[in-house]
């Protein structure tokens, strides 16, 4: 129950303050999986409801929080992380109304509230995230001096929401010179201060790990995976293979990248002329795995490239990265394949698929031993007759390779790849998955190419005498369409009206904002001075000048405040300013003439400005010195009247009409 020895809070200031951590709540919970924040949101919904008149009974608040806590670890999989962390601290905030009534309550809910909008940022640093978290924050703030004016009496709490907002917005304001300095000097560092946790969910994503069916969730992501800017030739829709992992290992059921790479030698490459110079910007997953056009010419910096020339980062991508690459497509591709190698390339579990294996062995009797782009050309007419493209399959089983073949002939990419892998080495063709992804749409408003996580693809490579290894897509071979429609077909809102162009500009301000706010880095900071002649600076100098930038803004922020001081009273400041419009007739009251005196010298000089000035003097005398005015009039119509008062500098009647009077 509540305590009845605190300061209470009235109805009024109670729904601005659950309506302030109600909004520094939402920011987060829309970075939640969707079944927590719904959990969450639906919970705090039910606490307002229950508690709208009377606190919560303690031992039901403890009920709810153990029984809330628990759905919650639940559904995060008793994993602890960031993302649990962040979970819990939404649960908690939620719950925390239910014993808001004092003023020390809600002081204490709006400061747990602020945390929201900080812990949302540790999920997503996007623009709509920061845009929510700034409303929030200027919600709660503006509570805060609700509630201080509570507490002090001040008169100001008649102000409106509105107005509230505004005065915190201004006080923002000042300090976002300061804030602006420590974002564009502060030293950027290559690894965090503080070791911070990767993500206990982890995103959709390329993984050096593939089993059919596995990507279900991520056909169905249409979030973006990467943007792609040319600088030279863009290559044709049939080229744009994101070429990611390559998967060796196959235990019957995954596919893996291989662990024994150590000792390989250089692969020889020959490459057509022809070069593709471009930029990629990656969303984060969490992972090492990087993509580049088919085949990348060397390694960015920061990544290293693979023997089979696949791209790793040194260290996760937990954020935006970028990486300028050159790609080119290859005339032959490792030609000589190592003994080793090729043994390696065809290796297949004991065991497994006899039905695929039997049916391979048939086909390399039928064709002969060195009719490798037979068998291959055989399999391919094969998918292309009798099997179909469909994203509704069910679980395979412990033969998955001849399930697919001979009995359910329909699936999606990591299918048709896998069991083409299998056919090919039970037939004595090397061959390997490659994972990534294909295709793109072009964002014409900011002139690059939009690659989704739907987008994620896996196709088959053969080693073929003479040739080297060569890229065979069985998927292709059933469904072009899935493929090589560049997305613009799939691409969500292209059927609206507009609605192309919208997503468009909505992508590119995303885009905008990755590459001027999370791609600020050490780099970006160093061009920055370039424009100042400083070709390069050192971290000591950054933060010298860090300092300078801060102490400047901090005494601006003191004369600006200086400068704007003024009577906090809004009817006091009014009556000030009501007797400086007076100075322009020489009739401006004196800082030591009492009301009645100034008005008694005013109707001498002035009779026609009297009586209505006698008026306003006697409203202020009452609502100063006999604790408001007669009638109940609000001290917001005192107010307005005083502001409205403008003597005029003719003779005649004032320009001035009090506020609700009919002339």
């Known amino acids: 129950m509540a305590d009845p020895t605190l300061p209470a809070l009235d109805p009024r200031s109670r729904r601005w303050v659950l309506l302030s951590a109600g909004a520094c709540l939402l920011p987060l919970l829309l970075q939640l999986p969707a079944q927590i924040a719904v959990t969450i949101g639906a919970s705090a919904l039910a606490v307002a409801a229950l508690s709208w008149r009377q606190p919560v009974h303690g031992l039901l608040r403890l009920l709810l929080s153990l029984v809330l806590i628990a759905v919650v670890l639940g559904m995060s999989g008793f994993s602890i992380g960031r993302d649990t962390g962040c979970a819990l601290l939404a649960a908690m905030l939620a719950i925390k109304p239910s ?21 949302t940022f540790l999920l997503d640093q996007g623009p709509l995230s920061l845009a929510l978290g700034l409303t929030a924050t200027l919600l709660a703030l503006a509570a805060l001096m609700l509630l201080a004016d509570i507490e002090s009496g001040d008169v100001r709490r008649d102000a409106s929401p509105w107005q509230r907002m505004a005065g915190t917005g201004r006080l923002l304001a000042l300090g976002l010179p300061v804030a602006l300095a420590a974002f564009w000097l502060f030293p950027r560092l290559s690894s965090p201060l503080w070791g911070v946790p990767e993500r206990a969910m982890g995103r959709p994503g390329l993984s050096d790990r593939m089993s059919p069916g596995d990507w279900i969730e991520l056909l169905d992501d249409d979030r973006p995976a990467l943007r792609a800017r040319f600088f ?14 390559v998967m060796w290992d196959f235990d019957g059921r995954t596919w893996t990248q291989p662990r024994w790479t150590a000792g390989w030698s250089e692969t020889a490459i020959e490459r057509s002329p022809q070069r593709w110079d471009y930029e990629i910007e990656l969303e984060p997953t969490d992972r090492r795995q990087l993509v580049a056009l088919d085949l990348p010419v060397a390694a960015p910096e920061g990544s290293e490239l693979d023997p089979d020339q696949s791209l790793k980062s040194h260290t996760p991508l937990t954020g935006i990265s970028r990486w300028r690459m050159q790609s080119a497509v290859p005339v032959r591709y490792q030609a000589a394949l190592p003994g080793q ?49 469909t994203l509704d399959t069910p679980l395979l089983g412990r033969n998955s390779v001849d399930e697919f073949l001979f009995d359910q002939r329909a699936g999606f990419c990591e299918h048709f790849s896998s069991s083409f892998v299998v056919l090919m080495r039970a037939a004595g063709i090397p061959a390997r998955v490659v994972t990534g992804y294909t295709g793109g749409y072009r964002n014409k408003v900011g002139g690059y190419w939009l690659v989704r996580r739907s987008d994620a693809h896996a196709w088959a490579e053969v080693w073929l005498r003479g040739r080297g290894w060569v890229r065979v897509d069985p998927t292709a071979a059933v469904a072009p369409e899935r493929i090589y429609d560049t997305l613009q077909d799939r691409l969500p809102g292209a059927d609206l009206a507009g609605g192309r162009s919208l997503l468009d500009f909505g992508d590119w301000m995303r885009s905008g904002w990755n590459d001027f706010v999370l791609g600020f880095d050490a780099q970006r900071q160093q061009r920055l001075l370039r424009p100042l002649g400083i070709d390069r600076i050192d971290d000591r100098t950054l933060v010298l000048l860090l300092m300078l930038a ?49 008005v008694q010298r005013v109707a001498a000089a002035r009779p026609e400005l009297a009586a209505q000035l006698q008026e306003l003097s006697q409203r202020f005398s009452d609502w100063r010195y006999a604790e408001g005015e007669p009638g109940g009039r609000s001290t917001r119509a005192l107010t307005q009247a005083l502001r409205a008062h403008r003597p005029s500098a003719r003779n005649g009647s004032p320009s001035s009409r009090i506020p609700g009077e009919r002339r």
């Open 99 to 119: 014993e808001t009534f004092s003023l020390r309550d809600a002081r204490s809910l709006l400061g747990f509230a602020l945390f929201a909008p900080f812990a």
């Open 341 to 389: 190698l090729r043994q390696y390339a065809l290796q297949l579990p004991a065991g497994y698929n006899p039905r695929t294996v039997g049916l391979a062995r048939q086909w390399r009797q039928e064709a002969g031993p060195l009719a490798d782009g037979e068998i291959v050309d055989r399999a391919l007419a094969w998918i292309r007759r009798d099997f179909a493209y």
């Open 550 to 598: 801060i102490a400047l803004g901090l005494l601006w922020m003191f004369w600006f405040s200086r400068r704007n001081e003024r009577e906090p009273d809004p009817v006091l400041r009014a009556w000030h300013a009501l007797a400086r419009r007076y100075r322009h007739l020489g009739l401006e009251r004196y800082p030591d003439e009492p009301a009645g005196r100034w």
């Open 232 to 245: 030279s030739d863009m290559p044709r829709p049939q080229q744009m293979y994101w070429r990611g992992p």
